[in-house]
């Protein structure tokens, strides 16, 4: 299994951005996907997650702002992030869990990207 994160970026407050994440090693179509993030100096923590068939879900912090999708054609998930305040500054990760599908608890997770990381600021 290999995920690989691309899309960070410096952008500023207000601003946009969409990372994307690469997935190889698994049947990527038939499978749950989900975003992480880890800002400084906190823990990680579940961003945004979406199954198979298309439903998404999404911590609370984010919902309205964040937007998941995939395509299976290409073997990729995305995030789309706007109105990015500097609190949203992290590592952005994709992981996926082989046991569960979509879940806030990052411990179901079994396999993670390297990371993309996102800063917002002026």
């Known amino acids: 299994v290999q995920l690989v994160e691309s899309g960070g970026g410096l952008v500023q407050p207000g601003e946009s951005l969409r990372l994307s994440c690469a997935a190889s090693?698994?049947?990527?179509?038939?499978?749950?996907m989900s975003w992480a993030r880890q800002a400084p100096g906190k823990g990680l923590e579940w961003v945004s997650g979406?199954?198979?068939?298309?439903?998404?879900y999404y911590a609370d912090s984010m919902k309205g702002r964040f937007t998941i999708s995939r395509d299976n054609a290409k073997n990729t998930v995305y995030l789309q992030m706007s109105s990015l305040k500097p609190e949203d500054t992290a590592v952005y990760y994709c992981?996926?869990?082989?046991?569960?599908?979509?879940?806030?608890?990052?411990?179901?997770?079994?396999?993670w990207g390297q990371g993309t990381q996102v800063t917002v600021s002026s």
């Open positions: 992981a996926i869990s082989l046991r569960v599908g979509v879940a806030p608890e990052l411990d179901e997770y079994d396999y």
């Open positions: 090693g698994f049947t990527f179509g038939s499978s749950a």
């Open positions: 979406i199954y198979s068939d298309g439903s998404t």
